[in-house]
């Protein structure tokens, strides 16, 4: 398969996992999800290795870089889920979809990857695009401050970096499985000494109503990471960031559907949605 195709069913598995997400932080909390959603990575992707052969040799290099990645991935998954649980999935996904202008930003500086015309009018296209969803949202979410509004932002960013070390990571050591256990695991224990250290456990609410979206989303968010790190193995970060980035269309087509009593979506959240998928596409053209 192609890293453009591969990178789109990654959008489509991730919106998942923040629609089915919105619905389960009804009952509980963000870092409930992200426990769940890590415990799945963990089990099931080394359930995996170890089934197709076990832990192949790889450079110690990638391996410490993709340990950083891991540590990042659970501060993208806090943001996240956060964002998602303050201002609703198709805001909080439209944000956190910036992520291909950090990554562009890295690719040329740091990879040497080669930038179009097309790049500026799609970061215009961005800034407009979060300007609308930012647009007086508290008319619809009484409990709305601005500063939710840095949650999915946080995650953009962290999101923005993890492309590029990943890539550079991949071409040491091209075993995106065996990568993607690792970041799981490393997120995992992460976020266990967090609960520890930082009296955490009692933000955890195990409320039944919430563990079967949970779960949807710890096994959607997995296969969405998963076939990211494929992309990226076999495409530049350039083709692969954005058209990953795409996810806020499915993310509003998802509350739409499933999240009607949840979440309402707007004309100006409709319009926003379009502008940054569109910023994003224009990126991706422009570094073609």
């Avoid at 629609?19 to 959603?37: D, E, F, I, Q």
């Avoid at 290099?61 to 659970?74: E, K, R, W």
């Avoid at 964002?83 to 990554?103: E, F």
């Avoid at 979410?141 to 995650?155: C, N």
Wanted: one cysteine or more; glycine letters at 8%; proline letters at 5%.
């Amino acid at each position: 398969m192609s890293a453009p195709f591969i990178a789109l069913v990654t959008a489509v598995f991730y919106a998942t996992a923040l629609v089915s997400a919105r619905r389960g932080l009804r009952y509980s909390t963000p870092a409930t999800v992200t426990c769940v959603s890590a415990s799945v990575h963990t089990v099931t992707l080394w359930s995996a290795i170890f089934l197709t052969g076990g832990i192949p040799e790889v450079s110690p290099v990638a391996v410490s870089l993709f340990v950083l990645v891991g540590i990042t991935q659970l501060g993208v998954r806090l943001f996240a889920y956060t964002g998602v649980h303050k201002i609703g999935a198709s805001r909080s996904s439209t944000l956190q979809s910036i992520s291909p202008l950090i990554s562009a930003i890295i690719a040329i500086s740091l990879l040497h990857e080669t930038a179009g015309a097309a790049v500026l009018s799609g970061t215009l296209l961005v800034v407009i695009g979060i300007v609308l969803i930012s647009w007086r949202p508290e008319e619809e979410i009484s409990s709305f401050r601005w500063w939710h509004l840095l949650f999915p932002l946080a995650a953009a960013s962290l999101t923005g970096v993890n492309h590029p070390i990943r890539r550079y990571a991949l071409t040491l050591s091209n075993q995106p499985l065996f990568f993607a256990a690792l970041m799981g695991s490393v997120s995992l224990g992460g976020l266990l000494g967090y609960l520890v250290f930082f009296s955490g456990f009692r933000r955890l609410i195990w409320n039944r109503k919430a563990l079967l979206p949970f779960f949807v989303a710890g096994v959607s968010e997995t296969l969405s990471i998963l076939l990211i790190i494929t992309a990226l193995s076999v495409g530049p970060v350039v083709v692969v960031a954005p058209i990953a980035s795409t996810y806020p269309v499915w993310a509003l087509l998802g509350t739409v559907i499933f999240l009607r009593d949840f979440e309402r979506v707007n004309l100006l959240t409709v319009l926003g949605t379009a502008c940054v998928v569109a910023g994003t596409i224009a990126i991706h053209l422009g570094h073609g």
